[in-house]
């Protein structure tokens, strides 16, 4: 059981990393099915257009999956064309929305990348899609006739050059692939140094913060299914009972809009989320609530007039 412990405390401390890892995991395994089951090439004048589909067209697409199952874009998304929305700053909602944007394509870059990065490694798209090209036609076969042509596009499916080119197009592959990951590990570094820089937050303020959003969520999902359970099962009583049904409290329309807006953290306003910004300053308001009951205008007015007449 503590070995247990053990490991699941360190899944949750390097969740982050391992959610990335098991993403780059499952587009290799992918890969590897694509490139072993599905992928032909036909050895033909059509090698570069059909390599070239295998090697970017699933990366594209895994980079617009990204984007539907990412929860910051549709939080960002979700009601911005109402009239309301569009009556604010415009140049305040485009700034916020690239910064969003920005931060959501960075993440999203991660499966499709990994999607190329795999297959240059294993050679068999780049190759494909090489053999057929104008460039290595004009490299290999530059005053060699036509034969060498027919030679070099039947490369993938086992042909061989007099001159044994084969090799040079795997080596080419592999090696845009580890540049590559290379470039990609070294922007990351990069880049993190940067946001931890400018981060507004100081290291364990910034741990902290991700494990309350952690807990947030799992804490949000749980009563909000109570909630909706509680509702539907008042609701479901009064069609099958015909009863007029009885009070429920439940957040408004403009609650909902409140905590559903993208949260940007102000060192003026330390909230962790819009819900905990939410609560502060619905506390706030009801607390000035509160002090205006006890002293209303008009009683505001008797007091004064009592001080008016001690001064006489």
């Known amino acids: 059981m503590n070995k247990l412990s053990k490991v699941l405390d360190f899944c949750i401390r390097h969740q982050t990393a391992l959610g990335y890892g098991t993403v780059s995991l ?7 099915i694509f490139s072993s089951v599905v992928f032909k090439c036909p050895c033909n004048s059509k090698n570069t257009i059909y390599g070239s589909v295998f090697l970017i067209v699933p990366a594209f ?51 499709p990348l ?15 899609a090489a053999s057929g090209s104008s ?36 080596a080419e592959s592999q090696l845009i692939g580890w540049v590559l ?3 990609i590990v070294t922007m990351a570094l990069f880049f993190k140094c940067v946001y931890n820089c400018c981060s507004s937050v100081a290291y364990f303020q910034q741990k902290f913060w991700k494990m309350y959003l952690k807990q947030e969520r799992e804490q949000f999902d749980t009563k909000a299914a109570e909630h909706a359970r509680h509702l539907a099962e008042r609701n479901i009583t009064c069609f099958f009972e015909t009863t007029d049904p009885s009070p429920f409290q439940t957040p408004s329309n403009e609650d909902w809009r409140k905590i559903s807006s993208l949260h940007t953290f102000s060192s003026q306003q330390e909230y962790y989320s819009m819900i905990h910004k939410y609560a502060n300053t619905q506390k706030d308001s009801r607390v000035r609530g509160r002090e205006g009951a006890q002293n209303p205008p008009i009683l505001g007015f008797v007091a004064r007039a009592s001080e008016r007449e001690s001064e006489f």
């Not at 895994?62 to 979700?78: A, D």
């Not at 911005?80 to 929305?97: D, L, P």
């Not at 990994?114 to 494909?128: K, N, P, R």
Request: hydrophobic share 40%; proline share 2%; aromatic share 12%.
């Open 26 to 32: 499952l587009t290799a395994g992918m890969e590897e």
């Open 114 to 128: 990994t999607w190329i990065a795999v297959a240059l490694l294993s050679t068999d798209f780049y190759e494909c």
């Open 135 to 170: 460039f290595w036609k004009k490299r290999v076969c530059k005053d060699k006739g036509t034969k060498c042509y027919e030679l070099l596009v039947n490369i993938p499916c086992g042909g061989e050059l007099p001159v044994n080119e084969t090799f040079s197009l795997q």
């Open 181 to 183: 990951i290379a470039s």
């Open 61 to 111: 697409i895994l980079f617009l999956l990204g984007y539907m199952v990412n929860t910051r874009i549709w939080l960002l998304l979700t009601g911005s064309c109402t009239q309301e929305s569009c009556s604010c700053n415009f140049w305040e909602n485009c700034k916020h929305y690239c910064e969003v944007l920005v931060k959501v394509t960075a993440r999203n870059l991660v499966a």
